[in-house]
Nanobody, 114 residues
Framework: QVQFVESGGGLAQPGGSLRLSCEVSGSARVYPMGWYRQAPGKEREFVARILSGEVTIYADSVKGRFTISRINTKNTAYLQMNSLKPEDTAVYFC?????????WGQGTQVTVSS
């Protein structure tokens, strides 16, 4: 059974930083992980992804500001968010691509406001 533990969301001021963490249990192998977000009234959108070989992919809207990383031997991923903007406000969802299926975490709220 795949289980997620997400943490690190909260309130930040514009220009500030937050770090999200996501730990997935239920598999002994390491799989690609990622982050998506959904703002109020908007569709869920891709944020970043990290493959098993440390290859990273970013949405243009966060490139240069967000960094995705992981622990190599575990299904644990992080999203370091710097230079936050009000438009980054959303619920952030961790994902893992496991056995041809994508599993989603419960989400953590990030609010950027002065």
């Amino acid at each position: 059974q795949v289980q997620f533990v997400e943490s690190g969301g909260g309130l930040a001021q514009p220009g500030g930083s937050l770090r999200l963490s996501c730990e997935v249990s239920g598999s002994a192998r390491v799989y690609p992980m990622g982050w998506y977000r959904q703002a109020p009234g908007k569709e869920r959108e891709f944020v970043a992804r990290i493959l098993s070989g440390e290859v990273t992919i970013y949405a243009d809207s966060v490139k240069g500001r967000f960094t995705i990383s992981r622990i190599n031997t575990k299904n644990t991923a992080y999203l370091q968010m710097n230079s936050l903007k009000p438009e980054d406000t959303a619920v952030y969802f961790c994902t893992i691509d496991l056995a041809s299926s994508r599993y989603w975490g419960q989400g953590t709220q990030v609010t950027v406001s002065s």
